[in-house]
């Protein structure tokens, strides 16, 4: 088995969340989840090599995990559950929709921060990214800290409506 990159562990470790909730919904049991997501996790370890850097990890996770949990829900001879494979595969489906538009919230955000003047992007960066408390960007801008607060208010009103005008122009 070859040795798994840095990007690889990463995008695992990273995606450990958003997969142990998919396996929730799709199974409706916590400890079943969990028991599910370890064997996803021995799944994709061994099948790294199928993994193709730099396109969609989480798509590909999701779908180890979705025939991860029809294996489980098939060899605990339980049937497809209680709300039956088809709307278990629906489900998977509006789970797969919901991913895809936060990526593409990410990608408008992305451009939309790209739109701001350089002292703009800045101060998101300070407040958001490095996490400075508003008093001190007040501060260190030489604002009163409700003037900051307003400034990042009105920023993040502008990257609100930005986004919304960018996820309208992708939209099917």
């Known amino acids: 088995m070859p040795e798994p990159d840095k990007e690889f562990v990463y995008e695992l470790t990273d995606?450990?969340?958003r997969l142990f909730g998919y396996l929730?919904?799709?199974l409706g049991n916590l400890h079943d989840a969990r028991d599910v997501l370890q064997e996803t996790n021995l799944v994709m370890w061994r099948r790294m090599d199928t993994f193709t850097p730099g396109t969609d990890f989480g798509a590909w996770a999701r779908k180890c995990a979705y025939f991860q949990a029809m294996a489980f829900l098939r060899d605990r001879?339980?049937?497809?559950?209680?709300?039956?494979e088809e709307l278990l595969a629906l489900i998977a489906e509006e789970e797969e929709r919901a991913c895809f538009d936060e990526n593409e919230r990410k990608l408008a955000l992305r451009d939309c921060l790209g739109q701001l003047d350089d002292d703009q992007r800045r101060l998101i960066k300070s407040r958001y990214d490095?996490?400075?408390p508003v008093r001190k960007l007040a501060?260190?801008?030489g604002k009163s800290?409700?003037?900051m607060k307003m400034t990042l208010m009105r920023l993040r009103e502008l990257l609100q409506v930005c986004i919304s005008s960018k996820m309208r122009e992708?939209?099917?």
């Not at 001879?77 to 039956?84: A, D, H, N």
């Open 15 to 17: 995606w450990q969340n």
């Open 24 to 26: 929730v919904t799709l």
């Open 77 to 84: 001879k339980r049937g497809p559950s209680l709300l039956g």
């Open 130 to 132: 490095d996490q400075v």
């Open 139 to 141: 501060t260190d801008c």
């Open 145 to 147: 800290e409700s003037a």
């Open 170 to 172: 992708t939209a099917p």
